[in-house]
Each structure stands twice: as C-alpha cells, then as structure tokens.
C-alpha cells in the first residue's frame, strides 16, 4: 500500500495556471503506476493522466492533452499535476491514485487503481 496526500487545489480563471502535487510514501522498494482523476458533481470519476513509476511513459486523456502535464520528483516523493489554460469544465475535485499491477496503466479505469488520495478542489471561474 501507498500512502496519497494531494495539495494544490484552489480557484482560478480560466486560462491561468494551477500546479496539483501529490505527496507520497510507500514500502521500500514498491513501485507504482501513479495517476490522477477528477470527479465533476453528478459525474463519474474520470482519467486525466498517467505516469510510470521511472518517469518514462505518460498518458493523457484527450480532454487534456496540450494542456496538462504529469510530472514526478522521486527526491521529493512526490507527482505533479500541471495544469495550464484551464477551463471551467476542468472544475472537479481532482484525486491521485497509485497502483502496482501493470492492469492500472494499461486501462487507466479507477477501479483498478487500489490507492487514493483525499482529493483537492480545483474550480475555474469564466
């Protein structure tokens, strides 16, 4: 199991810039596909982005793609969420999420994602 604590949230116009960071601790030795969702009120919870535990691959939801970036800092233990040119449709309480089996990286469903933050509000005013 690893441990998820996001921070970073907040309010912003859209158009401007927010960066999310999810602090982590783990057993050492684990590694883990780390990702981060958002959940919009009345909506499911949905992928935004994914990284492997070496930083090698990443993965976008098209929603976001050119405008988010994750990131991860293993001498801070930390992944990062930057988001540039927000839109008011990128409201959502933003979550990070960790798992070891390779099933999380290849469908990017949360379902299959067994570690969870407590999330962090991100609402983007017009």
């Known amino acids: 199991q690893v441990q998820l604590v996001e921070s970073g949230g907040g309010l912003v116009q859209a158009g401007g810039s927010l960066k999310l960071a999810c602090a982590y601790s783990?057993?050492?030795?684990?590694?883990?596909?780390m990702g981060w969702f958002r959940q919009a009120p009345g909506k499911e919870r949905e992928f935004v982005a994914a990284i492997t535990w070496n930083g090698g691959s990443t993965s976008y939801a098209d929603t976001v793609k050119g405008r988010f970036t994750i990131s991860r800092d293993s001498a801070k233990n930390s992944v990062y969420l930057q988001m540039n040119s927000v839109k008011p449709e990128d409201t959502a309480v933003y979550y990070c999420a960790a798992d070891s089996r390779a099933t999380s990286w290849t469908t990017k469903d949360p379902s299959n994602f067994g570690s969870w933050g407590q999330g962090t509000q991100v609402t983007v005013s017009s």
């Open positions: 783990r057993r050492t030795g684990s590694t883990y596909f």
